[in-house]
C-alpha cells in the first residue's frame, strides 16, 4: 500500500531549533538566511529543484544563490552530496560541540579548578547578560573555554575581546577567532598586555593616515604597505617623528616606495638608534664623515694630477736633453 501526504500547505508548518536563532541566524547576511528558509522548505517536502529555478523563485542573482548555498555548507548547515544537498540537525552539531569526555581530577587539581573557575564563571555570565541577554547558547561556552586554554587570555581579555567584536557588529565565530589570533600574535594574555597593544594600535592608525598624507597618496593604504607601518610601530617602536625622518629623505626619489622606507628605518633598528635626536646625531656624524671622504678624495685626485704633470715634464726635461 502506498499512503501520500494529502495535506494542504495552508495548515502546514515549518520547524526550526532555537539553535538556528542564537547560532546562525546573526552571523549571516538577510539573503542568505532567505535561501536556508527555503531550502529547509524544500527538504521537508522532498522537492528538487535547480539552481537557476531558485534564483528566479526568490528573485536572487544566482551568483547570490551560490554563494548562500557555499556559506550554508561551510557552516555546516548544509550537507552537499553530489548534486543534492542534506539540511543538517542543527541541535546534533551543537552536541557534538559541546561533548568532552570526562576525565578523573585528583582533589588538589579539583580544589585549584574550582578556585580559578569561580572568576571565570563570574567572567562567563557577565559575557553572557552583556552580549547575548542572558541567553548565549551552549556552544559560546566551549569557544570562551577554547579562548582560554589555546589562547590564554585571562578573563579581563576574553570579556574585551567580545566586547571589540560587539562594537564592530561582528560578532560571530570567525571573525572573533580572527581578532583572536592577531591578539595572541601580538603577547596579550592580560588586561596590561591589551592596553600596550591599543596604544600602539591607535598610533598605528593614525602613522597610516599621515604617512598616505604626508607622501601624497590619494588612496588607502595597501596590506602590504600597512604591514611595513605595523612593523615600525610594533616591532621597531619607532615615534611618527622617527618614522617622519625616513620620510623626509624620500624628496629625491621621484617614485619612492615603502621598501625603501623600510631599509632606512631597518638600519636606524640595528643601529639602535631609537629617537629622533639619536637619528639626526647620526645623520649629522654621516654628512661629516662623508664630506671628509670627499675632501679627502678630492685632495688626492689634485695631488695625483700634481705628480702626473710633475712626471710628464721631468719626462719631457729628460727628451730635450737628448
Known amino acids: 500500500m502506498n499512503f501520500e501526504h494529502n495535506f494542504s500547505l495552508l495548515f502546514e ?19 542568505y538566511i532567505k535561501i536556508y528558509l527555503y531550502c529547509a522548505f524544500l527538504c521537508k517536502h522532498k522537492i528538487d529543484i535547480m539552481p537557476l529555478d531558485l534564483s528566479k523563485k526568490l528573485s536572487l542573482p544566482i551568483s547570490t544563490i551560490e554563494q548562500g548555498l557555499k556559506y550554508w555548507e561551510e557552516n555546516n548547515a548544509l550537507i552537499r552530496k553530489g548534486d543534492s544537498y542534506i539540511l543538517s540537525d542543527l541541535k546534533q552539531l551543537e552536541v557534538n560541540k559541546l561533548y568532552k569526555p570526562r576525565l578523573a581530577l ?78 595572541a600574535q601580538n603577547g596579550i594574555k592580560t588586561q596590561s598586555d591589551l592596553d600596550r597593544y591599543s596604544i600602539n594600535y ?14 601624497g597618496l590619494t588612496r588607502k593604504l595597501s596590506q602590504y604597505e600597512e604591514a611595513y607601518v605595523d612593523k615600525w610601530i610594533f616591532d621597531f617602536n619607532y615615534p611618527m617623528n622617527v618614522i617622519e625622518i625616513a620620510l623626509k629623505k624620500t624628496t629625491s626619489k621621484t617614485n619612492p616606495s615603502f621598501d625603501y622606507i623600510d631599509k632606512i628605518l631597518s638600519d636606524w633598528h640595528e643601529r639602535n638608534l631609537s629617537t629622533a635626536e639619536e637619528v639626526n646625531t647620526f645623520m649629522k ?11 679627502l678624495t678630492k685632495s688626492n685626485v689634485v695631488q695625483a694630477y700634481k705628480d702626473n704633470t710633475t712626471n710628464q715634464y721631468e719626462d719631457l726635461s729628460k727628451f730635450y736633453m737628448n
Open 13 to 31: 508548518d515549518l520547524q526550526l531549533p532555537e539553535v538556528f536563532i542564537s547560532e546562525y541566524l546573526c552571523a549571516a547576511n538577510g539573503d
Open 285 to 295: 656624524e654621516q654628512k661629516e664623515k662623508n664630506k671628509n671622504i670627499k675632501n
Open 106 to 183: 585528583s582533589t588538589e587539581d579539583a580544589i585549584k579548578n574550582t578556585e580559578k573557575n569561580v572568576y571565570r564563571s563570574q567572567a562567563i555570565t557577565a559575557i553572557s547578560e552583556m552580549f547575548f541577554q542572558g541567553l548565549m547558547s551552549e556552544s559560546w561556552f566551549a569557544d570562551i573555554n577554547l579562548l582560554f586554554s589555546k589562547y590564554m587570555f585571562n578573563e579581563d581579555v576574553v570579556i574585551a575581546l567580545f566586547n571589540y567584536c560587539y562594537n564592530r557588529n561582528a560578532l560571530h565565530r570567525k571573525y572573533l577567532f580572527t581578532v583572536a589570533d592577531a591578539w
Open 202 to 215: 591607535e598610533k598605528a592608525i593614525q602613522a597610516k593616515k599621515a604617512i598616505g598624507k604626508k607622501l
